[in-house]
């Protein structure tokens, strides 16, 4: 894991190996499009700089996760840029980092970068890191509700609208996330009646078609 310009080795240099591996397991990129990429898709970086980036790139490298190769589609007296993509060892890694789910990943930090992957991600871990976001959340609730009462009283009109929304912000998302949660449920549910075949072909019980048919052959 590299270092950045945050210190030893950071939960933040972590997150950003998980999201540079998942945008090269779409597709290789240059440098700049990846930070572009990071930048705009990804909440998280979006002060990223080049001097966090390339390090993290030359780590991985190392690591034998992504390598590196010339734009075949450059000519000219211009130094070639450099193209990054994913080695079979890179994305075994990628495949073990979705399978975690850990505490830290409910973070703020942490937990966009972990649903802009969801498509790969299984549906237990996916649930896993939903509900432990969502009480991440409800704890804040409680924290916030708490100070509101207390000071309330002696907050200018101002700072009061500030706290309400950010009270209302954290109120919003935990619906967000009851909805994604029940959405999971639901295809759980779906999937295990499809693998088990328990879907009903008629609203009427055997019994009464048996009675049914039987009085039919009386008359």
Same mark, same amino acid.
């Given at each position: 894991m590299f270092v950045d310009k945050w210190g030893p080795v950071t939960?933040?240099?972590?997150?950003?190996?998980?999201?540079?591996?998942? #945008?090269?397991?779409?597709? !290789?990129?240059?440098?700049?499009?990846?930070? =572009?990429? #990071? *930048?705009? /898709?990804?909440?998280?970086?979006r002060a990223l700089s080049y001097g966090s980036l390339y390090p993290c790139?030359?780590?991985?490298?190392?690591?034998? @996760?992504?390598?590196?190769?010339?734009? !075949?589609?450059?000519?000219? !007296?211009?130094?070639? =840029?450099?193209?990054?993509?994913? *080695?079979?060892?890179? =994305?075994?890694?990628? /495949?073990?980092?979705?399978?975690?789910?850990? !505490?830290?990943? @409910?973070?703020?930090?942490?937990?966009?970068?972990?649903?802009?992957?969801?498509?790969r991600t299984d549906a237990d871990t996916r649930m896993r890191i939903l509900i432990g976001r969502r009480g991440r959340l409800e704890e804040r609730l409680d924290t916030l509700r708490g100070s509101f009462s207390r000071t309330r009283e002696r907050l200018d009109d101002y700072t009061l609208a500030l706290q309400n929304h950010g009270l209302d912000s954290v109120e919003r998302e935990v619906r967000w996330l009851n909805e994604l949660i029940d959405d999971e449920r639901n295809r759980k549910t779906t999937r295990t009646t499809a693998s088990t075949g328990t879907t009903s072909t008629s609203s009427t019980p055997s019994s009464s078609r048996d009675t049914t048919r039987g009085n039919t052959e009386k008359e």
């Amino acid at each position: 894991m590299f270092v950045d310009k945050w210190g030893p080795v950071t939960r933040r240099g972590e997150v950003l190996e998980l999201a540079v591996l998942g #945008l090269l397991h779409e597709s !290789p990129m240059h440098g700049y499009e990846l930070r =572009k990429r #990071l *930048t705009a /898709q990804l909440g998280a970086f979006r002060a990223l700089s080049y001097g966090s980036l390339y390090p993290c790139l030359k780590d991985l490298v190392r690591r034998g @996760w992504i390598a590196e190769s010339t734009d !075949p589609t450059e000519s000219g !007296p211009r130094r070639s =840029k450099i193209v990054y993509q994913l *080695t079979a060892d890179g =994305k075994e890694h990628f /495949q073990n980092l979705l399978a975690e789910a850990s !505490p830290s990943d @409910w973070d703020d930090e942490t937990f966009g970068v972990r649903m802009a992957f969801f498509g790969r991600t299984d549906a237990d871990t996916r649930m896993r890191i939903l509900i432990g976001r969502r009480g991440r959340l409800e704890e804040r609730l409680d924290t916030l509700r708490g100070s509101f009462s207390r000071t309330r009283e002696r907050l200018d009109d101002y700072t009061l609208a500030l706290q309400n929304h950010g009270l209302d912000s954290v109120e919003r998302e935990v619906r967000w996330l009851n909805e994604l949660i029940d959405d999971e449920r639901n295809r759980k549910t779906t999937r295990t009646t499809a693998s088990t075949g328990t879907t009903s072909t008629s609203s009427t019980p055997s019994s009464s078609r048996d009675t049914t048919r039987g009085n039919t052959e009386k008359e």
